[in-house]
């Protein structure tokens, strides 16, 4: 290796004290020549005391050669100056290190040559254009050491250079090549710096922040030397220990979620991944911090949804089930009552058909928030379904309570509300179960409260109904009804019974009424006004009346052709939208003029004032068929319905007709019903005719015509043809024989 080894070209500078120095100078040491005898006995001691030095020569060069070995070993680079800078030992990593000017170097050469010469040659990239001022500054550093300093090689390599004062004045220079560390150090601060994962260093100690990314910079709008100022506490928005403190304090950390604030206030949910580290020289931890902000808000977003209703943001059933349950415990400990009412809508569908679906929103808004705020803080409230809600007041002490806020519930959902420029107006009908008394679980009270509901809007709507017992059981029943009509109408069974109409004047029938009849088989023959009410609930009006349609149809077309047929129709078949081709089915299959069909429709039907349905009417009228106002005189305000469409025939509803023997009332409404008809050019007829007074009175008004048991109940159709030929044998103009004849 060799290159480097020391030469002796230069005058030495003995330090015999020094046993490095005392490796070269000694190679110094001047021969001696004998001169005569006299001298003889100084010859024999300058020989012995040659002898002793060159022994101690050889000695020091030994443990000079040692000393080389030891030093040749280590990784590091060393090497050893004399207090004027000069080389006097090196070791084979310094010579590697250097390898570029190691023929710089050579024992007695002083390092500052050595380095002008590395300087001249661009060695040192560092010195370039400041040449004299470099070679200063190094000489003065290596006097005046004590702090590292790191050089760079013309080849990119980094040396990390410490050196010390030796006792003697020398300098003892350690050089470590930290290539491979510095670029380790650069690809972290590169990985660091350019993370689009914002990323802070903070101290373990007093968890400062002791460097940031850009992207934390960003992320969290703090500048960087407002972020020097920061503690990693300073972030959070609540008080937490930090996710390295603790018993998980020593390694690498699974993300732990946090709340942090940014500069601007605004908060963000993160996932934090810590790393110990050391800083410098400091312990440090490495937080990577994944904003979470969006997926945490997506996950309550979820949970929300699960308990919430989307459109009016109240909790749904599950979330009501939930909190009855809460309550329910709750009242149970202290003995106070607890009032589930069921809410619901009267006629929203109505609402949603004629002004839209975005106003039926509206308005389900509207009547959501009025509700909210006519209860108290730890009352309930939920959206059921549609248009109905529940509301579960607690800390009830008497049954009044709960009317009370019926009432309110009531009043407040009742007032108009400016939907889009429209007032809408709506009602709503309550039912009411409490606790206890009329169920002790959740599920039986909201069970009870939706029955009691059912009652309140049968009974008459916009009024609130507590529960009994016995609704369970009728509630059941008209289950039971669903499921065998359901049946009934898949196997066709249902058949339309016919009852007369006959004309006043000449005595004679003039058509019959369709009035569907349900053959049971265990019990017998079921009215329609036990199973139309669960059709019209269930959907299944709409089979159940072209069925009827279809079939009254094909058997009045084998009528005698004066002779008209009448069947009822229910609003719920003007929704579904095809009802005027089934109609034109009906009358196209059976052949039956249109002409000699009669449809009959209630007044609920325009209480909706749809357009729809008026045009339905419209064009049915315009196929040839006549359209009846059924019931007339029961709804609201059956006049001005009168003026919404041109009816062929008006049927005074029973009730009136009761009424006729002794009520003065009711004749007055009859006369006028009657000239209202004759005045608009309506035929007039009256239901449910049963006595001969009725009769009588009827024809004293100049009533038109008139169907009731005084003539004949609903027959089955081989009976009508039979009813028809007796009609034909008998005296038409004797009307009394006419009626025992049909009868
Ligand atoms: P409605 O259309 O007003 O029919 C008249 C009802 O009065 C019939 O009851 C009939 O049997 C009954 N009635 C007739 N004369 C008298 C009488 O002198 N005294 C008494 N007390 N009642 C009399 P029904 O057959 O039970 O029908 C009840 C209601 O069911 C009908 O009232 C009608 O609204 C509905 N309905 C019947 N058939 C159908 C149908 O096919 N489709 C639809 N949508 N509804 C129907
Ligand atoms: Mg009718
Ligand atoms: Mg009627």
Redesign the pocket.
């Known amino acids: 290796m060799p290159k480097f080894r020391p030469a002796a070209k230069k005058k030495p500078r003995p330090r015999a004290d020094h046993p490095l120095r005392l490796g070269r100078s000694m190679k110094a040491v001047p021969k001696l020549v004998p001169q005569g005898r006299r001298v003889s006995s100084e010859i024999g001691e300058i020989v012995r005391q040659r002898a002793q030095a060159e022994a101690a020569i050889a000695d020091a060069r030994k443990s000079h050669e040692r000393l080389r070995e030891a030093i040749d070993i280590l990784p590091q680079g060393i090497v050893f100056l004399d207090a004027d800078g000069r080389y006097i030992l090196w070791n084979k990593k310094y010579a590697e290190i250097y390898n570029r000017s190691s023929d710089l170097f050579e024992p007695g050469a002083r390092l500052q040559d050595t380095i002008r010469v590395g300087v001249e040659r661009g060695d040192y990239p560092e010195a370039m254009g400041r040449e004299d001022e470099w070679i200063a500054e190094r000489v003065t550093k290596l006097f005046h050491p004590g702090q590292r300093h790191e050089q760079v090689l013309a080849d990119g390599r980094v040396i990390l250079i410490e050196e010390r004062l030796t006792e003697d004045g020398g300098v003892i220079g350690l050089r470590v090549d930290i290539t491979e560390l510095k670029q380790r150090e650069a690809s972290f601060r590169l990985l660091f710096d350019a993370n689009p994962v914002p990323m802070i260093v903070c101290a373990l100690d007093d968890e400062r922040v002791l460097s940031v990314n850009d992207a934390a910079v960003e992320h969290y709008g703090y500048t960087r030397a407002e972020f020097e100022k920061l503690t990693i506490r300073h972030l959070q928005a609540f008080e937490s220990e930090p996710p390295w403190v603790g018993d998980h304090s020593s390694d690498e950390q699974a993300a732990r979620t946090w709340k942090h604030v940014k500069a601007d206030g605004s908060l963000i949910d993160l996932a934090i991944y810590s790393r110990h580290m050391t800083y410098g020289e400091q312990p440090a931890v490495m937080l990577a911090l994944m904003d979470i902000t969006e997926r945490k808000r997506a996950e309550m977003r979820l949970a929300f949804m699960a308990h919430h209703d989307g459109l009016t943001g109240l909790p749904n059933r599950n979330l009501l089930r939930q909190r009855l349950d809460e309550i329910l415990a709750h009242s149970r400990r202290n003995g106070e009552k607890v009032g589930v009412l069921f809410v619901g809508l009267d006629n929203f569908k109505g609402v949603n058909d004629t002004l839209g679906h975005g106003i039926g929103d509206k308005l389900l808004r509207g009547v959501a928030r009025r509700l909210r705020s006519s209860l108290r803080e730890e009352d309930a409230i939920a959206r059921l379904n549609s248009d109905e809600f529940a509301i579960i007041q607690t800390g009830v002490s008497r049954p009044e309570e709960v009317v009370l806020l019926a009432r309110r519930l009531l009043e407040a959902i009742g007032e108009p509300y400016l939907l889009d420029g429209h007032s809408v107006v709506i009602g709503a009908s309550i039912g009411i179960a409490m606790a206890p008394g009329d169920g002790d679980d959740s599920e039986r009270l909201l069970k009870n409260a939706d029955m009691a509901l059912s009652r309140a809007k049968n009974d008459s709507r916009g009024t609130f109904s507590f529960f009994e017992a016995g609704m369970d059981a009728r509630a059941q029943s008209r289950r039971k009804i669903e499921i065998e009509l359901r049946a009934a109408i898949q196997d066709d069974l249902l058949r339309?019974?016919y009852?007369p109409l006959i004309d006043l004047r000449t005595g004679r029938i003039t058509g019959f009424?369709?009035?569907?009849r349900w053959p049971h088989p265990e019990r017998g023959m079921i009215?329609?006004?036990e199973f139309?009410p669960v059709a019209e609930d269930t959907g299944l009006?709409n089979a159940?009346?072209t069925q009827?349609l279809r079939r009254a149809c094909m058997e009045a077309a084998r009528w005698p052709d004066e002779v008209h047929v009448a069947?009822?129709?229910?609003p719920l078949?003007f929704r579904v939208g095809n009802l005027l081709s089934v109609v034109m089915d009906a009358l196209k299959q059976s052949g039956l003029p249109p002409r000699r069909l009669e449809l009959?429709i209630?007044e609920t039907l325009l209480l909706e004032k749809s357009t729809q349905v008026l045009a339905t009417l419209h064009a049915l009228r315009a196929l040839g068929v006549r359209i009846s106002m059924?019931?007339f005189g029961t709804g609201y305000s059956s006049l001005s319905y009168l003026r919404s469409f041109p009816f062929d025939k008006i049927?005074i509803d029973?009730s009136f007709v009761r009424d006729l023997g002794g009520n003065r009332d009711a004749q007055a409404i009859v006369r006028s019903i009657i000239s209202l008809g004759i005045g608009l050019g309506v035929t007039i007829t009256a239901?449910?005719?049963?006595t001969e007074a009725e009769l009588a009175c009827l024809r004293a008004e100049g009533c038109h015509e008139a169907?009731?048991?005084?003539f004949s109940?609903?027959r089955p159709n081989d009976e009508i043809i039979e009813l028809l030929r007796a009609q034909v044998i008998a005296d038409p103009d004797d009307e009394i024989s006419v009626r025992a004849q049909v009868a």
């Open positions: 339309p019974y009852q009424e369709a009035l569907v009215s329609p006004a139309i009006i159940l009346g009827i069947v009822n129709l229910s078949q009959e209630t059924d019931d049927k029973q239901e449910g005719v049963e169907q009731g048991f005084l109940k609903a």
